[in-house]
T-cell receptor, first 111, second 114 residues
């Protein structure tokens, strides 16, 4: 079982729709969770971090964490073509800075 | 504020050679993490350094090594290169304090092994 699992996609949504990206993780002791966005040919950049159960909103993005189910999700409201990228779920599973990434979900927003 | 700087950006090597990649973190960041990114495997954790000490290590063979200097700059070395080592090598810096800190990535070093 992979430590962090994501559906590779591609996930296609029409412009203006809500995109829902999901991630599960295996280490119950994980404390910190991140969503990174990676455009083709670029390096990953942080979108959201979440540390406690529940929802965290930042503009059009909402991260959701459910530690009991070992599940993290990212919702993108009013999706734009510029949101088309690969979204990487990342989990800190070590005592300090050992951040494990999922293989990413490719999102395509269709104009 | 300068970002994370990786050099070289591109390099081509042949099997059996070795390579050294460099990473300069954001000023004030003491942690440097290294990742290998390939299309099939995604981002895989290599190792993390903090204050010149390796704190964490991923599941890579001993051919992959690294170090960190007193100014927090880090290098990673791959010896006896294999074709499968062709990848984008990403370095990320963070404060490195207890609990996970946000990683800021450099642009990467793309290694091609022929």
């Amino acid at each position: 079982q992979k430590e962090v699992e994501q559906n590779s996609g591609p996930l296609s949504v029409p412009e203006g729709a809500i995109a829902s990206l999901n991630c599960t993780y295996s280490d119950r002791g994980s404390q910190s969770f991140f969503w990174y966005r990676q455009y083709s040919g670029k390096s990953p950049e942080l979108i959201m971090s979440i540390y406690s159960n529940g929802d965290k909103e930042d503009g059009r993005f909402t991260a959701q964490l459910n530690k009991a189910s070992q599940y993290v999700s990212l919702l993108i409201r009013d999706s734009q073509p510029s949101d088309s990228a690969t979204y990487l779920c990342a989990v800190n599973s070590g005592g300090y800075q050992k951040v494990t990434f999922g293989t990413g979900t490719k999102l395509q927003v269709i104009p | 504020k300068a970002g994370v700087t990786q050099t070289p950006r591109y390099l081509i090597k042949t099997r059996g050679q070795q390579v050294t990649l460099s990473c300069s973190p954001i000023s004030g960041h003491r942690s440097v993490s290294w990742y290998q990114q390939t299309p099939g495997q995604g981002l895989q954790f290599l190792f993390e350094y903090f204050s010149e000490t390796q704190r964490n290590k991923g599941n890579f063979p001993g051919r992959f090594s690294g170090r960190q200097f007193s100014n927090s700059r880090s290098e990673m070395n791959v010896s006896t290169l294999e074709l499968g080592d062709s990848a984008l090598y990403l370095c990320a810096s963070s404060l490195g304090l207890s609990g996970a800190n946000v990683l800021t990535f450099g642009a990467g070093s793309r290694l091609t092994v022929l």
